[in-house]
């Protein structure tokens, strides 16, 4: 079997790799059109950062997994061709901010119908909105030169950070295709790839419209319990109740459970904002106004959550933050990611910057060049030089700081000597854990005024 995937992003290159490892005997192909990103992928400094992914691209690289801007190649040669390209939220004309944008996929198909030399299978591994499907099979087929197309949806659950760990032990593989002859032979042969390491029973196979589904609706659930104990984060803050001790305690309910119940500043990364808008769009566009008015709010607790840690710090800090040295730890939407699309540290910095802050950043995987073109994407200006430094030291950045805000889980801000670190602030010192993750009491002993979400400042 001959496999191509267009589209080498966060997604595209590390299930390919793991496909490549776990079926040597498949040649696997990762195209795009971004020479920088392939020439990455063939280098030592992989454009991704995930713990364990070098290796696993080590050992299939050059054997039985390639990289590389051929894309037309690419096509001709496989049986089976995933297309995993970035479907962001629309940024212009109808559903502008919404729903999805589907251009890359189109142009994909259109690349596919137009090069191809025989019949394909064609995999959604892209997030797409339910229904997507039935446009690919029209341009497919509308261009297809004889040829058939088979089309299947196989969306990705990995989450950045521990990729690796879920693409080699995925609670499920999902894949959803037509319930004919040609389709249920197309299930069977992708099947027959993710079957080589993932047990059976983990296998499901669905229609096309449950699976394109089953994936928005998943990350809607996934960050509704953010959003859930956000919105309980803020109500603990006023009454005295410690969030965590709640969500300890409410998530030792087995119907509950523990997971996604730390309160925080907020989540971010490309998929959970955009999935949720993509499903309020759907629902809009079906007529069901309750149901994406109840989806959305996900979405606005979110950033009120962010806001509010914001405005917290401000007040805090006697009410003015201009000109004052805050010390950002983290900038990445999770640890163990280099990823910082939607990061919440996006809308912190920002609305520290219009305060007039003077803002350090560190983070120990993400580039200056990416913080600046992040901040003056989102802001819409470029004033992100000139308001904001990126150390590559979290005790530089710590240097005669008022107050140091913790943006990102990453294991190093816990392991930092932090009598060192107020010894090197202004006094008073203030920490802002919007993590939850420092020894907090510790903090309190050194003579950090410490505040965290979730607990009012007595606590
Ligand atoms: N990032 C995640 O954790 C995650 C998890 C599950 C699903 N997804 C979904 O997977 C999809 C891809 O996400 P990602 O994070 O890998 O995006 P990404 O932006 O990292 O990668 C997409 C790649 O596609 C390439 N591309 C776009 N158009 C192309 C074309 N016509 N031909 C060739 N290459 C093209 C881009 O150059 C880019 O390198 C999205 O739909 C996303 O929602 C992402």
């Known amino acids: 079997m001959n496999i191509c995937c267009i589209g080498a992003g966060y997604v595209g290159g590390p299930t390919m790799a793991m496909i490549a490892r776990k079926c040597p005997d498949i040649r696997v192909t990762v195209v795009d059109i971004n020479q920088e990103r392939i020439d990455a992928w063939n280098s030592a400094e992989l454009p991704v950062y995930e713990p364990g992914l070098d290796d696993v691209v080590l050992e299939s690289r050059g054997r039985n997994l390639f990289f590389s801007t051929n894309v037309d190649d690419a096509i001709r040669a496989a049986d089976v061709i995933f297309v995993s390209v970035n479907t962001p939220t629309k940024t212009y004309g109808v559903g502008a901010g919404r729903a999805a944008d589907l251009r890359y996929l189109e142009l994909c198909a259109r690349r596919i119908a137009e090069v191809a030399t025989g019949d394909k299978i064609v995999v959604e591994k892209s997030t797409l ?30 989450a950045e950070g521990t990729a690796v760990a879920d693409l080699e032990n995925p609670d499920r593989v999902l894949i959803g295709g037509d319930d004919t002859p040609q389709g249920r032979e197309a299930i069977a042969k992708l099947v027959s790839v993710y079957a080589r390491w993932v047990p059976a029973e983990r296998i499901l196979t669905t229609n096309l419209w449950s699976s394109e589904l089953t994936k928005l609706v998943s990350n809607a659930l996934l960050a509704q319990r953010i959003s859930s104990i956000n919105s309980i984060s803020a109500l603990c803050e006023v009454t005295g109740a410690d969030v965590s001790e709640v ?30 808008l993509n499903l309020v769009y ?14 959305e709010s996900v979405v606005k607790i979110n950033d009120w959550q962010k806001d509010r840690f ?3 710090i401000i007040r805090t800090l006697f009410n003015t933050v201009a000109g004052k040295r805050i010390a950002l730890l983290g900038f990445a939407f999770k640890k163990d990611t280099n990823d910082t699309r939607e990061s919440a540290a996006i809308r912190v ?47 530089t950045a710590l240097e005669g700081a008022h107050a140091l805000a913790v943006l990102t889980e990453w294991d190093v801000f816990r392991e930092l000597d932090y009598q060192r670190v107020f010894d090197k602030m202004k006094k008073p010192a ?3 854990d919007g993590r939850n993750i420092l020894d907090h009491q510790n903090l ?6 410490v505040h965290v979400i979730g607990k009012s400042p007595a606590l």
């Open 349 to 395: 910095a920002s609305a520290l910057m219009d305060e007039k802050a003077d803002i350090v950043i560190y983070d120990p995987k993400v580039t200056a060049v990416e913080v600046y073109r992040d901040l003056d994407y989102a802001r819409g200006d470029q004033l992100a030089r000139e308001a904001v430094q990126v150390v590559d030291d979290p005790y």
């Open 430 to 432: 203030f920490a802002f």
């Open 310 to 312: 914001v405005s917290r």
């Open 282 to 295: 759907l629902c809009e566009h079906y007529g069901l106004r309750e149901v994406a008015d109840y989806w």
């Open 129 to 158: 909105p339910v229904k997507t499907a039935e446009s690919l099979k029209r341009v497919l087929h509308a261009n297809s030169n004889g040829h058939h197309f088979e089309i299947l949806s196989n969306p990705e659950f990995l």
């Open 444 to 449: 309190r002993k050194i003579g950090f005024e």
């Open 247 to 276: 969500a300890r305690a409410a998530g030792r309910d087995a119907r509950i459970g523990p997971r996604f119940l730390n309160a925080s500043v907020g989540f971010g990364g490309s998929c959970f904002q955009k999935d949720i």
